[in-house]
């Protein structure tokens, strides 16, 4: 892996662990086994590898979503893939920790790959729905009416789930809320 790799995968994990002001340039160096002239040549500073580790967070949560919802099967199955997918509950969302960090949130470079990735989610899942109301395999009367407002309920669960697991301490309570939306779409 390269020095510039090792450096951005260095700051995805501790912006997800830290959050934006949590991650010095300090621990990105020692993290990744680079030194601040390494860190300099590749990057202009923290903010410009910071939006490139988001950038990439993002490309890998996108590909992943992707892998589920684009797999043979019904609407439902894939939805249900995505939902149940594993994950790493008690981190909570790589994308959605940086969409409650007030640093990222205010600054549009970095803030761009969070809204660009919840928009690109809701949107695939809506033409997921979509599809499976136009093969009847989802019903409109079943909460499946707009699937842009059945998306964005979707993603809020799995984002909604990580924040309940995390204050709980327990990745249960997000497990719960991926049965409740299923049950919400489950074809009669």
């Known amino acids: 892996m390269s020095t510039q790799d090792r450096l951005i995968e260095s ?26 002239g390494s860190m300099y ?29 684009a797999a043979p099967g019904t609407a439902y199955q894939r939805i249900a893939g995505y939902l149940q997918r594993e994950r790493e509950v008690l981190r909570g969302c790589r ?22 990735t919840f928009a690109w989610l809701r949107g695939r899942i809506a033409e997921v729905v979509a599809e499976g109301v136009a093969a009847g395999e989802l019903a409109p009367g079943a909460g499946c009416g707009d699937p842009a407002d059945t998306a964005a309920a979707i993603v809020a669960v799995v ?11 327990d990745p249960e309570p997000f ?3 991926v049965r409740g939306a299923l049950a919400l779409l489950r074809p009669a």
């Open 11 to 36: 700051t995805q994990e501790l912006l997800w662990e830290r959050g934006y002001v949590g991650t010095s340039p300090r621990a990105i160096q020692q993290r990744a086994g680079a030194g601040q």
């Open 41 to 69: 040549h590749h990057f202009h500073g923290k903010s410009d590898l910071a939006a490139a580790a988001l950038a990439r967070s993002a490309e890998q949560l996108r590909a992943l979503a992707e892998e589920r919802l």
């Open 95 to 116: 994308i959605g920790r940086m969409a409650q960090d007030p640093e990222v949130v205010a600054d549009p470079r970095l803030r761009a790959p969070v809204e660009e």
């Open 159 to 169: 984002q909604g789930g990580y924040v309940l697991a995390r204050a709980a301490g």
């Open 175 to 177: 497990h719960q809320a």
